[in-house]
């Protein structure tokens, strides 16, 4: 079921006369693919839940319109449109076993929608089989982990076969390790069952890594939608470049000029098909190659070895930062001096951007 969601925009009222309303929504214009995982991402109070809240039917739009296929759901009560949601906090009634935790929403099905006892225990066990949690069924959540807390949860959407399932953050309470697991479990849950589904979430790492298409959000405005390398590759403006990647891109000032790029008075590399003016510089930390008589030089600070990676930490008064870092392989960081270090910059890694607008620059 594709979902399409036009000139949706939620907007707040100020709780008194003095403050002010908050648009937490603006004008969202978006198509959701059918059977697709689409990761919502952006900073906190961005917009994320009111978003997918209006969505569900929890919360009513200032303006717009929501179509689940070619059907405008926008005034559909929130139990007639067939949504499966998870929050973050797993909500789980304490008193019950697992077993009717996860077959409570079929209890409450009205008139056609009923179900024999036998189908809603059919229901049950294929939901708690595709979590991986049937052996848990008989238990309190009491007597659950974190992990299987949230897989009960996410059954309990599941059970009601839904049209289009929506997960608010569903990893922020589990460990890191429980995280990474999980993940991977939704992943294969919503491959399985090729249900659409929306995957909130402020972790740029985590939607990348779930996500067949990533929509970055700042302020109630959507500012990109698009597969997650892409997104990474090819930011349309800076809050989206310094948003996606860990460690964060690094971030200049510099200014083009005849063609040619310059971090203070250094001539980096050539700017072929760009104007002349001042410029914000993005560059990724693996978009450095260490080389002696590289064209950008910088004051050595340290190095940080973390695994596999070798990071080179060091010092140019242009970048935003204290320091800026390099990734590069062992092999390059051997002959390095103590005082200086001195950078090649692979061109696909270096990034432009308006001053002013922080929109991307691109040659003409
Ligand atoms: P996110 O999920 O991205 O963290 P939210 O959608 O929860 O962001 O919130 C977006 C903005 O709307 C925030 O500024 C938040 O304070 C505001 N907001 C959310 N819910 C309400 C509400 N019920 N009343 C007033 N303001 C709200
Ligand atoms: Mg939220």
Do not use: W
Request: aromatic content about 6%; proline content about 5%.
């Amino acid at each position: 079921m594709k979902v399409v969601l036009k000139n949706l925009t939620k907007i707040f009222p100020g709780r008194t006369k003095k403050s002010e309303q908050v648009v937490a929504v603006d004008n969202l214009d978006l198509e959701l693919p059918d059977g697709k995982l689409v990761g919502l991402l952006g900073p906190s109070g961005c917009g994320k839940s009111t978003a997918l809240y209006m969505i569900c039917g929890l919360e009513t739009p200032t303006s717009g319109e929501i179509y689940f296929g070619e059907e405008n759901v926008t005034k559909l009560p929130a139990e007639e449109r067939g949504v499966g949601l998870v929050f973050q906090n797993y909500a789980l009634y304490p008193h019950m076993s697992v077993r009717q935790n996860i077959m409570f929403p079929l209890g409450n099905l009205k008139g056609s929608a009923r179900l024999s006892k036998q189908e809603m225990e059919r229901r049950v066990e294929e939901a708690a089989s595709l979590v991986q949690i049937d052996s848990l069924l008989d238990r309190k959540p009491s007597e659950l982990s974190g992990g299987q807390q949230q897989r009960v949860a996410i059954a309990r959407a599941l059970v009601k076969m839904p049209r289009v399932l929506l997960l608010d953050e569903p990893l922020s309470n589990l460990d890191a390790r429980l995280r990474l697991k999980t993940r991977e479990e939704i992943k294969r849950i919503q491959n399985e069952t090729g249900i659409t589904t929306v995957f909130v979430t402020h972790d740029q790492e985590e939607a990348m890594s779930i996500s067949d298409v990533i929509i970055v959000m700042k302020q109630g405005v959507v500012q990109q939608v698009e597969k997650p390398q892409a997104v990474y590759d090819d930011p349309v403006n800076l809050f989206v470049a310094k948003f996606l990647g860990t460690p964060a891109i690094n971030v200049f000032k510099g200014r083009v000029l005849d063609e040619r790029l310059f971090i203070g008075e250094q001539d980096v590399m050539s700017a072929e098909g760009y104007r002349d003016g001042d410029v914000i510089i993005g560059i990724r930390p693996e978009g450095f190659t260490v080389r002696e008589d590289g064209p950008f030089s910088c004051e050595f600070v340290r190095l940080d070895v973390m695994g596999r990676d070798v990071s080179i930490i060091s010092k140019c008064p242009e970048c935003e930062e204290e320091t800026l870092r390099a990734i590069v392989s062992s092999d390059d960081v051997k002959g390095l001096g103590l005082k200086s270090v001195a950078f090649e910059l692979k061109p696909s890694k270096v990034l432009l951007f308006d001053p002013v607008t922080e929109k991307r620059l691109r040659p003409a």
